[in-house]
């Protein structure tokens, strides 16, 4: 008896078969005027091998949130998974995967070059004391350390 599908794409994805790194495409959600939103996938970490700890998560979400708008005018939002392990990027009438590589590589490399952490006060962040921008550079080197695996979801 097959599976039944869920809702939710992520719950049928096979998480025992994914390699991190990867950006995949995850799902394609059409708009009543046409508009598309195309969702992607950033795995940064092993799905139930290892996760991004709190304060580096928490910061490189805030710079690629920001940095990302630098880049590209049709990012939506750039926000993390909650088991921690990667980010999901939405995109508006936006489907060339390759661009889309091409973006988040020069965000992270503009997270690497960054000083500071932006929006990190108690008037822009719901959390402002659980940042680390160390944590987030670091995150962005390993990332950007295996970019050529990025292409390579499944194992």
């Known amino acids: ?14 998480h025992t078969k994914v390699k991190a790194p990867y950006v995949r495409l995850a799902d394609i959600t059409e ?3 046409g508009d598309k939103i195309y969702k992607y996938d950033l795995r940064i970490c092993q799905p139930n091998k290892g996760h991004m700890e709190m ?13 990302s708008r630098n880049h590209s ?10 088991c921690q392990t990667g980010f999901y990027i939405a995109m508006i009438n936006h489907d060339n ?8 590589e020069n965000t992270l ?7 500071e952490v932006p929006a990190c006060n108690e008037m822009q962040c719901g959390w402002a004391a659980s940042h680390s921008l160390e944590g987030a550079h670091e ?17």
């Open 73 to 82: 005018d049709k990012v939506v939002d750039i926000s993390p998974m909650g």
């Open 139 to 155: 995150l962005a080197r390993d990332l950007l350390a295996k970019r050529d695996e990025w292409t390579e979801v499944f194992a």
């Open 109 to 115: 490399k503009d997270v690497v070059d960054a000083d």
């Open 97 to 104: 995967y390759d661009d889309v590589l091409t973006i988040v």
């Open 31 to 33: 708009g009543a005027h």
């Open 1 to 14: 008896m097959a599976e039944e599908k869920m809702n939710v794409e992520s719950f049928n994805l096979d």
């Open 55 to 67: 304060p580096a998560l928490h910061s490189l979400e805030h710079m690629m949130a920001e940095h």
